[in-house]
């Protein structure tokens, strides 16, 4: 078991940047690295930042990883070739889908399925909803579709057949069967990542997960050796979606779970953090340089769902920080499309070549560009930059690009720019958070990414929030995620039956499974944990409807009536409705045990050493920024100089390694003691 005081690394894989904190339990000290990311290659970004900190990879007892492979093969549809086996009749079910579609007007759009169809394969059998046999297994039959996927070059195998939740004994008999056949260990049953019903989702959710199973392995493999070329010799854990962190030995077993974990690490450090600032309700605000992710933290505990989509029809059913994103960051290209209006994102200029002002090839317009024509970046201080790309250089596209067709100057069209993808980003923020009957006026902004503290402000009285929150280091924020985040494992059984035909003691008896076998799991972990905690939760919804609200429990001893009372509750605070005397369903039971790890000083992200005695002391330049009314002579603060403990007025530009802090006229920014800055925006603007 790793000692509490041993060296930590985090590092997690952005669209543009690849970002890492190296954690010393011993002495404090922290170390920051980023370096830009390497899409065809991942591990050569993080060797790279590793190479950037001076890491000594001998030294290094632990490195967490959060990694887009996952969630890049899905937005972008790069599948390995994977075949299903699904029963008789049921070909089609990767195609059911629900009643939605990809555009909200008009008849657009398409549908394309994980696995086509000429890969689908049925053979006889069939479970009934109680799990009872009503047609057995045609074992011939999965030899023989077996086989054949093979020979149509299928690398991995999904076998999925209907109401396996109930009763898995089929599929775990087919899978059997295929094993001796398949080559390698990528067979997926449906049951065994997700074991509830709705056959549409469990059916997508096991397809996601062997379609990137190879793709994750072989990716994690590389990584894995040449850490060990470079003296490495402990285990590499990846976060996982929901928050938690598993072996790199392990993880391609569940491979769909670690979509979106670069997110979930983000959200993870800002619970963290809020809870060591004493602020418990965040409205986290990740943008970076190619996207910008939204998510909820009530009580500084992150929200985890169950029902994500991460793309139209494709829906993970395996519990997740429940992040949304838009294609809105500070790489997000801008155009004037044939109508003539300003469009921003979601293509992205990504890591290769980048925004025009990184001086590595960009030539298209940017939001980072249009910050750097508005006075709130400094070229001298933009990472990568290695060309001497000017102002005048950027201020030409854009007067060409955006302010010709709009009737603009550089500046006015860099201003629209920002102007329209704030209204984009306000939009992921009302998903969050008004669409789930949270009032952003009882959420602080908890802003990061390398973009994020840039644009907090305006957001934040635009929503409502009265103030902002700025951690130590915004831009490092998901690789400190990563570091902080807790091991963590998820289960959840599918009931499906009316409430009042529970048997409160079988009730009781899953949830006590459940925590077993967390436990055991918890037991066979090789990192330092001090502390567990059990999170319980119910799946319910009104008899008759498609969709479940979850239902957070205080133990995992519920009676029947406190169930239906805190659905009840749920419901309300969701809906603002009281449904009386209508029956009510019991779907899911879910538990999540957690051990906890050793908390990290996060008051070290800032070496006070470097702290300044004032304001003035800490002040670099004056230059003119660009604002609503026009140019503000504004005053720029590195962070690192600031007391701890410091309250200025804006304007005001706050510039460190790896973000730059906007603070607008009018607004108030405070320092806290761990080093967070806190903007109050409910002044006046001026």
């Not at 549809?77 to 086996?85: D, E, M, P, Q, V």
């Not at 069939?126 to 023989?144: I, K």
Request: proline share 5%; net charge negative.
């Amino acid at each position: 078991m790793m000692a509490d005081g041993g060296r930590i690394v985090g590092v997690d894989v952005g669209g543009t940047f690849t970002d890492l904190v190296l954690i010393d339990g011993e002495t404090g000290a922290v170390r920051l690295a980023k370096a830009p990311s390497t899409p065809d290659n991942q591990a050569f970004g993080v060797l790279a930042a590793l190479d950037e900190a001076e890491a000594a990879l001998a030294d290094v007892d632990l490195i967490v990883h959060g990694t887009t492979t996952t969630t890049n093969a899905v937005l972008e549809r790069k599948f390995s070739r994977t075949g299903l086996i699904t029963t008789a009749g049921f070909r089609d079910v990767l195609e059911l889908g629900r009643r939605t579609r990809p555009a909200p007007y008009g008849m657009v759009g398409a549908h394309r399925p994980i696995i086509p169809r000429d890969l689908r394969l049925e053979v006889a059998e069939r479970m009934d909803a109680a799990g009872g046999v009503v047609t057995p297994l045609d074992e011939a039959g999965v030899a023989a579709a077996a086989r054949w996927l093979l020979d149509a070059g299928c690398e991995a195998l999904v076998i999925h057949f209907l109401h396996a939740y109930a009763n898995p004994a089929h599929e775990v008999r087919a899978a059997e069967i295929a094993g001796t056949l398949w080559p390698n260990a990528y067979v997926t049953m449906g049951h065994a990542l997700l074991a509830e019903s709705r056959e549409y989702e469990r059916g997508v959710t096991a397809a996601v997960n062997a379609s990137v199973q190879p793709l994750l392995e072989r990716y994690l493999a590389r990584l894995v050796d040449e850490l060990a070329t470079k003296g490495y010799r402990k285990d590499v854990l990846v976060m996982n979606g929901n928050g938690g962190m598993v072996s790199a030995r392990l993880v391609a077993r569940e491979a769909a779970k670690t979509v979106m974990s670069g997110p979930a690490s983000g959200v993870i450090a800002a619970a963290r953090t809020g809870r060591a600032a004493g602020i418990g309700d965040l409205i986290t605000y990740d943008m970076g340089g190619t996207s910008t992710d939204v998510a909820l933290i009530r009580d500084a505990v992150p929200a985890v769902s169950s029902e994500i989509e991460v793309d139209y029809a494709l829906p993970i059913h395996v519990p997740m920080v429940d992040v949304r994103t838009v294609g809105a960051g500070g790489g997000s290209i801008a155009h004037v499309d044939a109508a003539g209006l300003l469009q921003v994102g979601p293509e992205s200029a990504g890591a290769a070549p980048g925004p025009i002002c990184y001086g590595r090839g960009g030539m298209r317009p940017t939001i980072s560009d249009a910050n750097l024509l508005l006075g709130r970046l400094d070229p001298a201080r933009l990472k990568s930059v290695e060309g001497g790309v000017t102002a005048e250089a950027v201020a030409a596209i854009f007067a060409a690009e955006i302010g010709a067709p709009l009737g603009l100057d550089a500046t006015g069209a860099a201003a629209a720019v920002i102007e329209v993808a704030n209204a984009r980003m306000a939009g992921a923020i009302r998903m969050v958070s008004v669409s789930l009957g949270a009032d952003p006026r009882d959420f602080a902004l908890f802003a990061f990414g390398g973009a994020g503290p840039l644009h907090a402000a305006a957001l934040a009285r635009e929503m409502g929030a009265p103030r902002v929150l700025v951690p130590a280091r915004p831009g490092v924020t998901n690789a400190l995620g990563c570091a902080l985040a807790d091991l963590r494992h998820d289960f959840v059984r599918t009931l499906n039956r009316p409430l009042d035909a529970v048997d409160e003691a079988a009730l009781h008896g899953i949830f006590a499974e459940q925590i077993a076998e967390g436990e055991a799991l918890l037991d066979r972990e090789s990192v330092a944990m001090c502390g567990r905690e059990k999170f319980h939760s119910v799946d319910m919804q009104f008899t008759g409807q498609s969709h479940v609200l979850n239902v957070p429990l205080e133990g995992p001893t519920p009676t029947r009536n406190g169930l239906r009372e805190r659905f009840a509750a749920v419901y309300f605070a969701r809906f603002g409705i009281e449904l009386t005397g209508a029956r009510v369903n019991l779907v899911n039971v879910a538990t999540s045990v957690i051990g906890e790890r050793p908390a990290v000083d996060l008051a070290a992200l800032i070496d006070p050493a470097g702290r300044r005695g004032s304001l003035r002391e800490a002040e670099t330049a004056r230059r003119p920024v660009w604002f609503k009314g026009g140019w503000r002579p504004t005053p720029v603060y590195r962070r690192e100089w600031l007391p701890l403990r410091f309250t200025l007025k804006g304007p005001a530009v706050i510039e460190q390694m790896d973000a730059t802090v906007l603070v607008g006229p009018g607004d108030r920014a405070t320092g806290d003691a761990i080093g967070d800055i806190l903007i109050d925006v409910t002044g006046a603007a001026e």
